[in-house]
């Protein structure tokens, strides 16, 4: 969230980055610090977002990308803008970067940020997003932004906060050398551009409410609470990146607001709703044909205690049947867990009746494990 009266809008259109085909163009690894697109992580939401932001206001411009590691990024800039020119100091990155993204209006140089391979004045949008902090020459990489842009152009950059990146996780990013507090970084952009606008970004797991159209009177800002309280503070609480907008003229009207995931969403908060929730022990029996949901019972675990589930559809099943014709699947727990299991027992409720017992190691041995790893207790280890 942006200071100042910026007035949000909604990003619409759809560009696609990872246009390189597998077979043809191997993947970078992935190092700690540089995003590359098999990633999956909270990394990924961050970068993208950051990407998204500079997209909505890259339409038609000449955009320098400076730091653009694998390319990504600069490719999903040249899908709008009039000619990127991406650059990093990492040979190797830039020829893959060439490799992966070719398009007629992109283009990937090496070089360094304190010396950019592009004439003055030639660039009207520069994208610098976790750079800074790389460096330890700040004011110098500012003054070749400077001399690269053309009097009206902008500077889109973002940079961790060193008081809740690093000062307080009480960690520290070995690829950094010289992180900057908010407020350092903001009067720092200031001593060279005569506009600027400062925010901050954090990822989080919420839930977002916006209307159909945008309004010069809406606040925007964070809600938080629990179940007792709610509240509401302008901007990014805690946010750990901070990200600017700069400029010697007028500044670009920005897109604000959350970036989904939408292919992740779903499946993220039903893990979270396994969470919270307390684990399941499922069993199934068969006659033939498969397992199948209607034919099991379920009940939540209960650790160090005996446990029993009356299978109501075995009701009117022989004690006697074969082991063809009668078949049981048993899911110790519903997700990724180390259970302990001592005895398992199948008793006719009708006469006591022990169908089917396991409390010796040739008894489990017997068992199929279809999935997990089955370790017997007298095992070593």
């Not at 977002?49 to 999903?76: F, M, P, T």
């Not at 490799?99 to 010396?115: D, H, P, T, V």
């Not at 950059?157 to 070995?174: A, F, L, M, Q």
């Not at 607001?257 to 292919?263: A, I, K, L, T, Y």
Request: hydrophobic letters at 40%.
């Amino acid at each position: 969230m942006f200071r100042e009266d910026e007035i949000p809008c909604f990003f619409e259109q759809q560009v696609s980055s990872f246009d390189m085909d597998d077979d043809e163009v191997k993947h970078l690894p992935w190092t700690g610090e540089r995003l590359v697109p098999t990633y999956r992580g909270q990394g990924l939401y961050e970068h993208l977002h950051r990407y998204a932001l500079a997209v909505a206001i890259a339409n038609g411009k000449r955009v320098l990308d400076i730091a653009c590691g694998e390319g990504y990024g600069s490719n999903l800039l040249a899908a709008v803008s009039a000619q990127v020119i991406g650059v990093d100091i990492d040979a190797e990155v830039v020829a893959h970067a060439k490799r992966a993204y070719q398009k007629e209006n992109l283009i990937f140089r090496e070089g360094s940020c304190l010396k950019i391979p592009v004439e003055d004045h030639s660039i009207d949008l520069v994208v610098s997003f976790e750079t800074i902090e790389h460096i330890d020459e700040h004011a110098e990489f500012l003054r070749e932004i400077k001399r690269v842009l053309a009097p009206e152009g902008a500077l889109l950059i973002s940079s961790p906060d060193k008081r809740e990146y690093t000062d307080r996780t009480g960690t520290t990013n070995p690829f950094h050398k010289s992180e900057l507090y908010h407020d350092d970084f903001h009067r720092l952009l200031k001593q060279y551009f005569k506009k600027c606008r400062v925010g901050k970004q954090r990822l989080i797991a919420g839930s977002w409410i916006a209307p159909d159209a945008s309004s010069p009177t809406d606040v925007f800002g964070t809600f938080n609470g629990e179940i007792k309280y709610v509240n509401f503070q302008p901007g990014v609480s805690n946010g750990v990146f901070s990200i600017a907008v700069c400029s010697d003229t007028r500044l670009p009207r920005l897109k604000l607001g959350v970036f989904e995931n939408r292919m992740e969403s779903e499946t993220t908060w039903a893990a979270f709703d396994r969470s919270v929730s307390a684990p399941v022990f499922q069993v199934f029996s068969a006659q033939r044909e498969g397992f199948k949901e209607e034919s099991s019972v379920m009940a939540p675990l209960q650790p160090n205690v005996w446990q029993t589930l009356k299978l109501e559809q075995l009701q009117s099943l022989p004690t006697d049947c074969s082991d063809n014709l009668l078949r049981y699947r048993i899911d110790p727990v519903d997700r990724p867990a180390s259970i302990a299991i001592s005895r398992i027992f199948l008793i006719a409720e009708s006469d006591g009746a022990i169908l089917y017992s396991a409390m010796r190691l040739a008894d489990f041995e017997q068992i199929e494990c279809s999935a997990g790893l089955l370790k017997y207790a007298d095992e070593e280890g």
